[in-house]
């Protein structure tokens, strides 16, 4: 299996070339955010207020990590079920965000909202956390200290394992894997 | 009367939560070894080596197997001839819980239901507990994550629907997860009793060993049944296509009443962390 290593910020070239089912291996900074936080996100819209970081070419990161210990930068760091930010993505990808990672299926409006603006959704390995968290440079935290797990973090990455499950043409792996090995 | 005192049970309770969270079961891994083989899809397999490779890493440099740790779901059974003292037991287990998630850095999951505000120290547990014969107490943890808890279902069947409207609603369930819940998953079923019974046999299932078949020859049969159904479905590891989709399946049954069949459906992720303590 060929692997291609990219980087953030994603540029509109790169995305173009990224297939459906490809493993790449992403370096750079990406964003933690789940649940509470889009909420978030979307009141801060609503209020005319100032995200806490600019959408434009970056990466969400669908995860609430366990605590970091002692001597660590993070804990385990797995991805969490996207579909539950799907009511919030599409407004995110507008404002220019290029990637997300998570696990699982996205709607059609997100997919929609993908092939649109030009964006990606790749998924990490679910469960794999404690790996996961290898990849994890450094962690800080930008926002919503007060949240907990759901607070929001920039990682900087290094080779993070990755699949790219909808590209920018509609495709998607898991309608892809399925259908091939349906009995 | 056997005199058991509550530290001892929030002890337990403070080591079996970290010992769940970070090493998987042999059990879990042998399963998950011999499925590379039985796995199709060169990707499903690799994602699959991934899986132990983390479990791998987890025991060694001691960083959670899954950062999702779970609501703390205890099962405790007191014997007859034992007698609590010391304290309150439901707020023991509390304790034990508060300080296995402090002291092992496991992630606070429980919140409110409509503020999402977390009650930040990961109780109240979900405690089950009940009385059987004997002067031991059992403990069994089973942290559970959120991601493949939100595709189980309990559901009232009508009686006419019998053994397959059953059957369908379990690949229901499974399907309707699909990638989400973290295959290959295992599934538990239970079936009979009423509403709240069902959802605890469907608990109580995910609870026996990989690889064990229950006792009584038709429900393991349905075991292998359903086992081998849900496997043609395609989803595959991560549901990115194979053909291990579920690790296993358990079925627990009991009566219920004339006009009912009630059946509930637990879907668990492939990080199984179970762990028990007798005292």
Redesign the interface.
């Known amino acids: 299996?060929e692997i291609r290593r990219i980087k953030t910020p994603l540029e509109a070239g790169v995305i173009e070339e990224l297939k459906v089912?490809e493993k790449v291996l992403l370096s750079g900074s990406i964003y933690t955010a789940r649940?509470?936080a889009h909420?978030r996100f979307m009141d801060t819209l609503r209020d005319g207020g100032t995200l806490p970081f600019d959408m434009v070419n970056q990466v969400i990161y669908y995860?609430?990590?366990?605590?970091?210990?002692p001597g660590?930068v993070i804990?385990?760091?797995?991805p969490?079920?996207s579909?539950r930010m799907d009511a919030y993505a599409p407004k995110l990808i507008s404002l220019g965000l290029k990637g997300m990672i998570g696990?699982?299926?996205r709607s059609q409006t997100v997919k929609d909202a993908m092939k649109q603006y030009r964006a990606v959704y790749f998924?990490a390995?679910?469960?794999?956390?404690?790996?996961l968290?290898?990849s994890v440079l450094s962690s800080e935290i930008i926002a919503y200290e007060e949240?907990?797990?759901?607070a929001v973090m920039r990682l900087e990455v290094r080779d993070m394992?990755l699949?790219v499950i909808n590209d920018a043409n509609g495709n998607d792996?898991?309608d892809?894997?399925?259908?091939?090995?349906?009995? | 009367m056997r005199e058991v005192h509550v530290d001892r049970i929030m002890g337990a309770l403070e080591e079996l939560f970290v010992d769940a969270n970070y090493n998987l079961s042999q059990n879990v891994l042998d399963i998950l070894e011999g499925s590379i083989e039985k796995e199709?899809?060169?990707?499903g397999k690799?994602?699959i080596r991934?899986?132990i490779?983390?479990?791998n890493?987890?025991r060694d440099?001691?960083?959670?197997?899954?950062?999702?740790?779970g609501l703390a779901v205890t099962f405790i059974e007191v014997g007859q001839d034992v007698h609590i003292v010391g304290g309150s037991l439901s707020d023991a287990v509390d304790e034990g819980v508060r300080r296995g998630y402090e002291k092992g850095?496991?992630?606070?999951?429980a919140c409110h239901p409509f503020s999402?505000k977390?009650t930040?120290d990961n109780t109240p547990a979900i405690l089950h507990a009940k009385i059987v014969p004997g002067d031991k107490v059992k403990i069994t943890v089973l942290p559970k994550?959120?991601?493949s808890e939100?595709y189980g279902e309990v559901r009232m069947l009508v009686p006419s629907q019998g053994k397959e409207g059953m059957k369908a609603f379990v690949l229901e369930m499974v399907t309707k997860g699909?990638?989400?819940p973290?295959p290959p998953i295992i599934v538990g079923v239970g079936i009979g009793g009423n509403l709240e019974t069902s959802a605890l046999l469907s608990k109580e299932a995910l609870m026996e060993p990989l690889g064990k078949r229950n006792p009584d020859q038709a429900l393991a049969a349905l075991e292998v049944e359903l086992l081998d159904a849900i496997n043609?479905?395609?989803?595959?590891p991560?549901?990115?296509?194979?053909?291990v989709t579920a690790l296993d399946v358990h079925v627990k049954m009991m009566p219920c009443h004339i006009a009912s069949l009630p059946v509930a459906v637990n879907i668990q992720?492939?990080?199984h962390r179970i762990k028990e303590m007798i005292i």
């Not at chain 1, 804990?75 to 797995?78: E, K, L, N, R």
């Not at chain 1, 390995?125 to 790996?131: Q, S």
Request: glycine share 20%; charged share 20%.
């Open positions: 299996m089912g649940d509470a909420k995860c609430g990590p366990s605590p970091a210990p660590k804990g385990a760091c797995g969490t079920t579909s696990k699982g299926k998924g390995t679910g469960g794999a956390g404690a790996l968290s290898k949240m907990g797990p759901e394992p699949f792996l898991y892809f894997g399925m259908s091939e090995y349906k009995r | 199709e899809s060169p990707v690799e994602v991934e899986l490779r983390n479990a890493v987890a440099e001691h960083i959670p197997i899954c950062q999702d740790t850095y496991l992630r606070k999951s999402r977390n930040g994550g959120g991601g939100n699909g990638p989400n973290c043609k479905s395609g989803i595959g991560q549901g990115y296509g194979g053909t992720c492939h990080a």
